[in-house]
């Protein structure tokens, strides 16, 4: 091999080579070309997509919760309100062993089989990252405990929040009821929007029915998080908006004295100003620890107030049907005189019972020897039932459901409060389509003295006295005055809603009724004249008492039925509103087998009007001039039927 | 060669005090610094401020650069010499990590000895292009058909061996090395055209006959280690990733997509979206025409080289390294298959930069061992 030809070659491969690294070259240059080509795609064309996608990536939005709305009475006396609690907190996914955390947490702290099972279940839907309570509302003495020993327990923290709370407790636990946690059930009706980061809604009493007011609006806080979801730092906020507080027109010094005067016996009160239609007083006896239901009612506790006797859970005042007794016939005269039936002048002779033409059947007055010749006044003051036998009679049931209709009876009152019943007013159509039979005539008579199947809540009876009191001027009850803006602290008035009047047929009806209850509290032979002959202003009223259960005629008339078990003794009703000239307050009292309105449910009538027209209580009272004479008019024995 | 009595050492001429650096390229130093310097700096972001984990990478530079400026002072002939050794030895541990590697996210691919790990297929990234070119340069360029047998088993063991641990990328790597060593040797075009025209006919053939999730299991069979979930995850994060951040990209560490873990191996082979998303396409371009620009260095000095051998090593290792590129990039940007192929000189792992960076000594042992013709 010659040099010249190794020179040769030499050169040649050179040239072979760089045609070949020109062409690899060429080649190279068209593939990063290609990357360079789906680099501008990627980052010029598409760049607002995927930076839309790269923020949907990292921003999530976690709501913030609200807080709820203060509630409280006329007078500034807060009934719910919300208190810093401590809960204990597990982060799981800081935790390095779960198990054995747990187990050495029950050493320093009261953890139940029921609040691990709690935590367990909650841990099951919610992510690692996020802390799951453990304990909830921890005493300061076990907050001690654990922040002594909180080395230890790595991702375990003490987490501060807000449970609702209600200081007035039972005395206001069916007016106000609970927030309790949110259930499958709710989750259907709610928008969910509404109740982003909120675990609690209002389930009953106002909590319930102003929820919307009280919830408030949730904010939103944007928040950077990691691929599995750690929120790492906030980037932006957005305010929600806070709930509004309530102010009620419950005044809660009536409500105690109602509670207190019910005394042993189980029942309800309802006041109102008869001028508005405010609720000054609405109790249900017994109450029940509203508390309970806040965090989470546990079974045991439920069943305990499910199988109480006393039924606490029963909102009496709203719920309760109660026949009205003897507390119709005030309606019921006024009935006659609307229809022209009765006037001032009409008497009925009372030999103690009524016959119907063509009947033997005797229906008793509560008294056996009769009232004698009775008119209006009369019959409304001594409650003389054969007086309004005759009135009803005369009058027929169509035209009293006309008369009485306007009243409010079997209709409801249209209270902002959840859970109100109808009751039931008498009448031929309900009785053929439920009791499948006709009318019968003595039904009538029954209906005219409250019996039978009348049905009325404490509520009704109520709204039904304040319609007499204002000469037929009605007004929607309702329990919240006004309505607190959280931003500016302003006050927006609730006005009342005015029902259509009801108008006298003669000039003087109303009158001739307001004066028989008048006579009721104010004359001797008033069956609440134990009440009324010392107050210090005019009371007008009425007694009544309704059989609880079937009991023969003669047991039932058992004077003061010492000898019946409490359970079927008759229930006794009172109705009165005062100044009975300028009418302030009207109060319906229901008191559970209190046998007579006069002596067990008028007391509890007169403590609340002394309360709120007075401010304080003078009935019963040793100093009260009158209070000390032990006997009382015999008219206060009470009625029967 | 019998020339050699006209030729003079090259280094006759220069100041024997610089001896060492005399054998630095200092163009191709320069961007390779450059680019290693922009790799750390976004290994310091993708890895979310760690400073353990960018000095830990810097002393593997610093390793590779010692690495680098010792083999450029070795005469490109003694080379030539070992080459057939240093493949067979590389082959030896290619059998031995199979037989007993250490495992490593369900591959074997590392061997442990004494205090050292390395992976072998990093070994045989160098000695692959040394074997062939040191096999070609023996013979009668352009090979014949014997040779060109001959070459491709040289070629397809060690990929087999490799392929096997399993290990996709590396073995697409060793087999684009040799092949490309095969193509600078003067492979007969018809042998090219032959090979190019039978994969790009079957490949999208087969690869369009397989379904979703067959395509799916091939891409996990081949590679299981890499990418248990479906390579849809990375992928789509890796586009949101570099399309997020646009023309100016969102600033240094305020890349979101790595840093909130959304990007997986964002260190390692996704590093590149990490700085795409951060420096933007313009960012981008700057990077890719570093890489260019190294690719040409070491093609403007296979051209200068004096023999086949020379030239046919440094011609392979420059495209090689640009076949790195190609595929990583192809990869995060969603154009080739999901492969474990680093980003040379930027991705976080030891031994992928000594070796790149001992080829590197190679290049510049190459360039200035050279003799002249005449004075």
Request: net charge neutral; charged share 15%.
């Given at each position: 091999?010659?040099?010249?030809?190794?020179?040769?070659?030499?050169?040649?491969?050179?040239?072979?080579?760089?045609?070949?690294?020109?062409?690899?070259?060429?080649?190279?240059?068209?593939?990063?070309?290609?990357?360079?080509?789906?680099?501008?795609?990627?980052?010029?064309?598409?760049?607002?997509?995927?930076?839309?996608?790269?923020?949907?990536?990292?921003?999530?939005?976690?709501?913030?919760a609200p807080v709820r709305g203060l509630i409280y009475d006329r007078n500034g006396v807060v009934l719910a309100q919300n208190l810093p609690?401590?809960?204990?907190?597990?982060?799981?996914?800081?935790?390095?062993?779960?198990?054995?955390?747990?187990?050495?947490?029950?050493?320093?702290?009261?953890?139940?089989?029921?609040?691990?099972?709690?935590?367990?279940?909650?841990?099951?839907?919610?992510?690692?990252?996020?802390?799951?309570?453990?304990?909830?509302?921890?005493?300061?003495?076990?907050?001690?405990?654990?922040?002594?020993?909180?080395?230890?327990?790595?991702?375990?923290?003490?987490?501060?929040?807000l449970v609702r709370s209600y200081p007035t407790g039972k005395y206001t636990s069916h007016v106000i009821g609970y927030v309790g946690?949110?259930?499958?059930?709710n989750?259907?009706?709610i928008?969910?929007?509404q109740y982003?980061?909120l675990?609690q809604i209002g389930r009953a009493g106002v909590e319930r029915s102003h929820e919307d007011a009280l919830r408030g609006t949730?904010?939103?806080?944007?928040?950077?998080?990691?691929?599995?979801?750690?929120?790492?730092?906030?980037?932006?906020?957005?305010?929600?908006i806070n709930g509004k507080s309530l102010y009620l027109t419950i005044d809660m010094r009536l409500q105690n004295v109602a509670e207190q005067a019910l005394?042993?016996?189980d029942g309800a009160v309802v006041a109102l100003d008869p001028r508005n239609g405010e609720i000054l007083a609405l109790v249900s006896k017994p109450g029940f620890d509203p508390s309970l239901f806040v965090n989470?009612?546990?079974?045991?506790?439920?069943?305990?107030l499910?199988?109480?006797?006393?039924?606490p859970l029963y909102d009496r005042a709203l719920q309760g049907?109660?026949?009205?007794?003897?507390?119709?016939?005030?309606?019921?005269?006024?009935?006659?005189?609307?229809?022209?039936?009765?006037?001032?002048?009409?008497?009925?002779?009372?030999?103690?019972?009524?016959?119907?033409?063509?009947?033997?059947?005797?229906?008793?007055?509560?008294?056996?020897?009769?009232?004698?010749?009775?008119?209006?006044?009369?019959?409304?003051?001594?409650?003389?039932?054969?007086?309004?036998?005759?009135?009803?009679?005369?009058?027929?049931?169509?035209?009293?459901?006309?008369?009485?209709?306007?009243?409010g009876?079997?209709q409801l009152t249209g209270v902002d409060l959840p859970g109100e019943r109808a009751g039931?007013?008498?009448?031929?159509?309900?009785?053929?389509?439920?009791?499948?039979?006709?009318?019968?005539?003595?039904?009538?008579?029954?209906?005219?003295?409250?019996?039978?199947?009348?049905?009325v809540t404490p509520m009704q009876l109520a709204a039904a006295t304040a319609r007499?009191a204002m000469?037929?001027l009605g007004f929607a009850p309702h329990i919240v005055r006004a309505v607190g803006d959280p931003g500016n602290g302003k006050l927006a008035v609730v006005p009342p809603t005015p029902l259509?009047?009801?108008?006298?047929?003669?000039?003087?009806?109303?009158?001739?009724?307001?004066?028989?209850?008048?006579?009721?509290?104010?004359?001797?032979?008033?069956?609440?004249?134990?009440?009324?002959?010392?107050?210090?202003?005019?009371?007008?009223?009425?007694?009544?008492?309704?059989?609880?259960?079937?009991?023969?005629?003669?047991?039932?008339?058992?004077?003061?039925?010492?000898?019946?078990?409490?359970?079927?003794?008759?229930?006794?009703?009172f109705i009165a509103f005062a100044p009975?000239?300028?009418p302030k307050i009207v109060v319906a009292v229901v008191?559970?087998?209190?046998?007579?309105?006069?002596?067990?449910?008028?007391?509890v009538a007169r403590e609340v009007m002394d309360m709120y027209l007075l401010g304080h209580i003078?009935?019963?009272?040793?100093?009260?001039?009158?209070?000390?004479?032990?006997?009382?008019?015999?008219?206060?024995?009470?009625?029967?039927? | 060669?019998?020339?050699?009595?006209?030729?003079?050492?090259?280094?006759?001429?220069?100041?024997?005090?610089?001896?060492?650096?005399?054998?630095?390229?200092?163009?191709?130093?320069?961007?390779?610094?450059?680019?290693?310097?922009?790799?750390?700096?976004?290994?310091?972001?993708?890895?979310?401020?760690?400073?353990?984990?960018?000095?830990?990478?810097?002393?593997?530079?610093?390793?590779?650069?010692?690495?680098?400026?010792?083999?450029?002072?070795?005469?490109?002939?003694?080379?030539?010499?070992?080459?057939?050794?240093?493949?067979?030895?590389?082959?030896?541990?290619?059998?031995?990590?199979?037989?007993?590697?250490?495992?490593?996210?369900?591959?074997?691919?590392?061997?442990?000895?004494?205090?050292?790990?390395?992976?072998?297929?990093?070994?045989?990234?160098?000695?692959?292009?040394?074997?062939?070119?040191?096999?070609?340069?023996?013979?009668?360029?352009?090979?014949?058909?014997?040779?060109?047998?001959?070459?491709?088993?040289?070629?397809?063991?060690?990929?087999?061996?490799?392929?096997?641990?399993?290990?996709?990328?590396?073995?697409?790597?060793?087999?684009?090395?040799?092949?490309?060593?095969?193509?600078?040797?003067?492979?007969?075009?018809?042998?090219?055209?032959?090979?190019?025209?039978?994969?790009?006919?079957?490949?999208?053939?087969?690869?369009?006959?397989?379904?979703?999730?067959?395509?799916?299991?091939?891409?996990?069979?081949?590679?299981?280690?890499?990418?248990?979930?479906?390579?849809?995850?990375?992928?789509?994060?890796?586009?949101?990733?570099?399309?997020?951040?646009?023309?100016?990209?969102?600033?240094?560490?305020?890349?979101?997509?790595?840093?909130?873990?959304?990007?997986?191996?964002?260190?390692?082979?996704?590093?590149?979206?990490?700085?795409?998303?951060?420096?933007?396409?313009?960012?981008?371009?700057?990077?890719?025409?570093?890489?260019?620009?190294?690719?040409?260095?070491?093609?403007?000095?296979?051209?200068?080289?004096?023999?086949?051998?020379?030239?046919?090593?440094?011609?392979?290792?420059?495209?090689?390294?640009?076949?790195?590129?190609?595929?990583?990039?192809?990869?995060?940007?969603?154009?080739?298959?999901?492969?474990?192929?680093?980003?040379?000189?930027?991705?976080?792992?030891?031994?992928?930069?000594?070796?790149?960076?001992?080829?590197?000594?190679?290049?510049?042992?190459?360039?200035?061992?050279?003799?002249?013709?005449?004075?």
């Amino acid at each position: 091999m010659s040099t010249f030809d190794d020179i040769k070659n030499l050169y040649e491969e050179r040239l072979r080579f760089s045609r070949r690294a020109a062409i690899a070259g060429a080649v190279g240059l068209a593939m990063i070309t290609v990357i360079a080509l789906r680099l501008t795609q990627l980052q010029v064309v598409q760049h607002d997509y995927y930076s839309t996608r790269s923020d949907d990536n990292r921003m999530r939005v976690v709501p913030v919760a609200p807080v709820r709305g203060l509630i409280y009475d006329r007078n500034g006396v807060v009934l719910a309100q919300n208190l810093p609690s401590f809960d204990l907190v597990i982060t799981r996914d800081a935790v390095p062993d779960l198990p054995a955390t747990l187990a050495h947490l029950r050493t320093i702290l009261p953890v139940t089989d029921e609040d691990l099972a709690r935590f367990r279940e909650r841990a099951r839907t919610t992510p690692a990252y996020r802390p799951v309570p453990l304990l909830t509302n921890l005493s300061a003495e076990n907050v001690a405990r654990f922040e002594v020993n909180r080395y230890r327990y790595q991702g375990v923290d003490i987490q501060a929040g807000l449970v609702r709370s209600y200081p007035t407790g039972k005395y206001t636990s069916h007016v106000i009821g609970y927030v309790g946690g949110i259930t499958a059930e709710n989750l259907k009706q709610i928008n969910p929007d509404q109740y982003a980061g909120l675990t609690q809604i209002g389930r009953a009493g106002v909590e319930r029915s102003h929820e919307d007011a009280l919830r408030g609006t949730p904010g939103t806080k944007i928040v950077e998080a990691n691929a599995v979801g750690r929120p790492l730092r906030e980037l932006g906020y957005k305010s929600g908006i806070n709930g509004k507080s309530l102010y009620l027109t419950i005044d809660m010094r009536l409500q105690n004295v109602a509670e207190q005067a019910l005394g042993e016996l189980d029942g309800a009160v309802v006041a109102l100003d008869p001028r508005n239609g405010e609720i000054l007083a609405l109790v249900s006896k017994p109450g029940f620890d509203p508390s309970l239901f806040v965090n989470g009612l546990s079974q045991a506790n439920y069943e305990a107030l499910l199988q109480d006797p006393d039924k606490p859970l029963y909102d009496r005042a709203l719920q309760g049907l109660f026949a009205p007794g003897s507390t119709i016939k005030p309606f019921m005269g006024f009935a006659g005189l609307q229809a022209g039936t009765l006037t001032a002048k009409t008497t009925f002779y009372c030999p103690g019972y009524f016959t119907l033409p063509n009947s033997s059947r005797h229906f008793r007055d509560w008294k056996r020897t009769g009232h004698g010749t009775v008119d209006l006044q009369h019959g409304i003051q001594e409650s003389c039932d054969v007086f309004f036998y005759n009135t009803a009679y005369q009058l027929g049931i169509a035209r009293i459901d006309e008369y009485l209709a306007p009243f409010g009876f079997g209709q409801l009152t249209g209270v902002d409060l959840p859970g109100e019943r109808a009751g039931l007013m008498p009448n031929p159509d309900w009785v053929a389509k439920n009791r499948h039979h006709a009318w019968y005539p003595g039904e009538t008579l029954n209906t005219g003295i409250g019996q039978g199947i009348w049905k009325v809540t404490p509520m009704q009876l109520a709204a039904a006295t304040a319609r007499v009191a204002m000469h037929g001027l009605g007004f929607a009850p309702h329990i919240v005055r006004a309505v607190g803006d959280p931003g500016n602290g302003k006050l927006a008035v609730v006005p009342p809603t005015p029902l259509p009047a009801i108008e006298e047929t003669q000039p003087g009806n109303w009158k001739q009724i307001i004066d028989g209850m008048q006579a009721v509290a104010q004359k001797v032979h008033g069956t609440a004249w134990r009440i009324g002959r010392d107050a210090p202003y005019p009371i007008a009223a009425k007694t009544g008492s309704a059989q609880v259960v079937g009991l023969a005629q003669g047991a039932a008339s058992q004077r003061d039925q010492v000898d019946v078990p409490l359970k079927y003794r008759d229930n006794a009703l009172f109705i009165a509103f005062a100044p009975a000239d300028d009418p302030k307050i009207v109060v319906a009292v229901v008191a559970e087998h209190g046998v007579h309105g006069g002596s067990a449910a008028a007391p509890v009538a007169r403590e609340v009007m002394d309360m709120y027209l007075l401010g304080h209580i003078v009935y019963g009272q040793p100093d009260a001039k009158t209070s000390s004479q032990p006997t009382v008019a015999p008219a206060d024995a009470g009625e029967a039927n | 060669m019998s020339g050699d009595t006209v030729l003079q050492e090259h280094d006759a001429q220069r100041n024997p005090r610089h001896l060492i650096l005399s054998h630095v390229d200092p163009w191709l130093l320069g961007l390779l610094l450059l680019t290693c310097a922009i790799g750390l700096a976004t290994l310091y972001s993708a890895t979310d401020g760690s400073r353990s984990m960018v000095i830990d990478q810097a002393e593997r530079l610093v390793l590779g650069v010692v690495v680098m400026f010792t083999i450029a002072q070795i005469p490109p002939e003694w080379l030539r010499r070992i080459a057939p050794w240093l493949y067979g030895f590389a082959l030896l541990l290619l059998v031995a990590v199979i037989a007993l590697g250490y495992h490593s996210k369900g591959a074997q691919r590392w061997l442990v000895i004494g205090p050292l790990r390395f992976q072998p297929a990093e070994l045989m990234k160098l000695g692959m292009p040394l074997a062939i070119a040191a096999f070609l340069h023996a013979k009668t360029l352009p090979p014949s058909v014997w040779t060109t047998l001959s070459s491709l088993v040289i070629i397809m063991v060690p990929v087999g061996l490799i392929a096997m641990q399993p290990d996709l990328g590396t073995a697409v790597l060793v087999l684009a090395t040799g092949l490309l060593a095969l193509y600078f040797g003067g492979l007969r075009w018809r042998w090219v055209l032959a090979a190019t025209a039978l994969i790009l006919a079957a490949a999208p053939v087969i690869w369009l006959r397989l379904h979703d999730y067959q395509r799916e299991r091939l891409l996990t069979f081949l590679n299981p280690g890499r990418d248990p979930l479906g390579a849809g995850y990375h992928i789509t994060q890796s586009k949101i990733a570099i399309g997020s951040g646009g023309f100016w990209g969102k600033g240094w560490l305020l890349g979101t997509q790595a840093k909130l873990d959304f990007l997986p191996e964002a260190h390692t082979d996704f590093i590149f979206s990490v700085f795409a998303e951060e420096m933007g396409l313009i960012g981008v371009m700057v990077l890719l025409t570093l890489y260019l620009a190294i690719v040409a260095r070491c093609m403007i000095i296979a051209m200068r080289a004096q023999d086949s051998f020379q030239r046919i090593l440094a011609g392979s290792l420059g495209m090689t390294f640009f076949v790195y590129v190609f595929i990583n990039v192809g990869m995060v940007v969603g154009l080739l298959p999901v492969v474990g192929v680093p980003l040379p000189l930027v991705s976080y792992g030891g031994t992928s930069m000594v070796s790149l960076l001992a080829g590197f000594g190679m290049l510049m042992a190459i360039h200035t061992h050279r003799k002249l013709l005449t004075n």
